[in-house]
């Protein structure tokens, strides 16, 4: 059962709304402000999990829906659960898959029992609802995981977005009811209610509970700690300030959360946008416990986000900006593409102390990605994981300081001038 000792928040500094803690877990302390690396499918893109640790990586993420659709869950934890699994002894965090299904528009059906939604893999029917999805990720066995919600699209009406928040709450009190009935059953009780594949009439029936995917040869092993677990709720609201609100003092009133995720946010919206919501909201939350914005990672993005109280964050897009040649400097976002980088002799960075930046220059990089070399893909996305890793590493510095809010301004001018 989880206890109030195996997941702690320790405050240190702050400067203006930035904020400097310790997230400690049973896999080990997370230093904030972080980003966090993402291995959507159990490996972050190219870089090994040495590799990952390597570039000061404290956690990563794994994702609920794409690991419950390959290999399956009940097989993860066969294998000894995700940490084994990944071959990462630091602390994991899952999200819920909700993001994903929201974004399968057109082959999935939200309800207020769950969704229905069609894999992206084979167009297999499946559903998800508040329950399984803590069943799913009990089974995974990540250190954070994460309530399912609804997540509107950037720029939804308001009509949309207060019917997100009243799902979001409904199923996030359905969440935490099976997350403590978990806590006692273990992985036999959440084995025996993970969702299972759709086989009615039109894509929908109610019999949509089962023993998990087939084909394991056996029944996963049971033997053996589950370590314990921390639940946070996700934050909705769109960019709607009195919604915002609204919502985090009903999610607070429903229970004693040891973390809060906001989610909603980097899906449309304008940055501005995006910016007030943060600033409405926080105030709004408990100072003493970590707050994570979901899906925004971007260097610019990132110090403006900590600049407004959030201090844990992830993003795929320094792999996927790797993957195709677009390297980040102190001077903006660079495409090693162009042509004007064939006979450059000059690393990525020459501040940065990674692999592509200390063993390699511009010329050869701009060639590999030219050529289609996997390699280069590689390299970049070490890069450009490092980048955002020091970025959070000189915010943890600059915090105590008291002089976060002057260099942060500083960088970003000059990032976005370059």
Known sequence: MTRASDFRYVLHATDGAARRGTFHTPHGPVETPVFMPVGTL????????????????????????????????????????????????????????????????????????????????????????PESVMEVQRVLGADVIMAFDECP???????TAERANRRTLDWLERCRVRF?????????????????????????????????????GGSPRLDGPVPPQALFPVLQGNVYPDLRVAHARAVQDMGDWIGYGIGGLSVGEAKPKMWATLEVLDPEL???????????GYPDDLLEAIARGCEMFDCVAPTRNARHGTAWTPDGQVNLKAARFRADRRPIDEDCDCLACTRFDRAYLRHMVVA?????????????????????????RRIPEGTFRSWAGDWTTRYRGG
């Open 42 to 129: 159990g490996a972050v893109k190219t870089v090994s999990p040495d590799e990952v640790e390597a570039l000061g990586a404290s956690m990563i993420l794994a994702n609920t829906y794409h690991l419950y659709l390959r290999p399956g869950h009940a097989l993860v934890r066969e294998l000894g659960g995700i940490h084994a699994f990944m071959r990462w002894d630091g602390p994991i965090l899952t999200d819920s898959g909700g993001f994903q299904v929201f974004s399968l528009d057109g082959i999935r059906k939200i309800q207020d029992d769950g969704v229905v939604f069609q894999s992206h893999i084979d167009g297999s029917a499946h559903f998800f609802t």
């Open 153 to 159: 699209p950037g720029g939804c009406d308001r009509r």
């Open 180 to 216: 403590e009935a978990l806590e006692s059953e273990g992985l036999a009780g959440a084995l025996a209610g993970t969702p299972g594949v759709v086989t009615g009439p039109g894509g929908t029936t109610s019999s949509t509970r089962g023993p998990g995917p087939p084909g394991l």
């Open 286 to 296: 408990p100072t003493d416990r970590p707050r994570y914005l979901m899906g925004v």
């Open 372 to 396: 289609g070399e996997a390699f280069a893909h590689r390299l970049i996305s070490i890069h450009n994981l490092r980048f955002l890793v020091r970025l959070a590493e000189e915010a943890r």
